[in-house]
């Protein structure tokens, strides 16, 4: 990745609405050069989608909490596709494998913690299931932009 690369990577996600036009005039660059630019990004995987940030409390989900789960030794032939299963639930933003104490590591948003606690009885009902604990999140911040490194 080149510094124009690495510019349109920062500036797309502070703000993935800009337009093809203001990212090429930003950049000095014709806009057919940014349109290629973006398109070999995405051709890489490096940019992998846009995305709006989302209030969770504005949406009704208020609470969240990081759901750390143990599977059965049986099962952890079958953790990627419990890993998939987990993430498909409506509840869940974001799955990780993980290691340590926990084999995965759901970050879950509810309305309310009756609705965490339902969550977790649920989710502990599951025959993969050894052990289940969650965290409610007080308070998170994410960072804006992450810069690329150098590297392979």
């Known amino acids: 990745m080149d510094e124009t690369d690495r510019t349109i990577v920062r500036r797309l996600q502070q703000d993935a609405r800009l337009s093809n036009r203001q ?31 989302v209030d969770l409390g504005g949406i009704g989900r208020s609470v969240q909490a990081h759901v750390s789960i143990k599977i059965r030794p049986q099962a952890l032939p079958t953790a990627s596709a419990f890993c998939d299963a987990v993430s498909d639930l409506p509840d869940v933003i974001a799955v990780y494998m993980v290691t340590g104490e926990a084999d995965l590591l759901a970050h879950v948003a509810v309305p309310t913690t009756d609705e965490l606690r339902e969550f977790v009885l649920q989710l502990a009902r599951r025959p993969e299931i050894a052990d289940i604990r969650s965290s409610i999140i007080y308070l998170s911040r994410r960072a804006e932009v992450i810069e690329p490194v150098d590297g392979p």
């Open 23 to 53: 990212l090429a005039r930003e950049l000095g660059v014709a806009d057919s050069t940014c349109l290629a630019r973006v398109a070999a990004l995405q051709d890489r995987g490096v940019i992998t989608g846009f995305h709006a940030a």
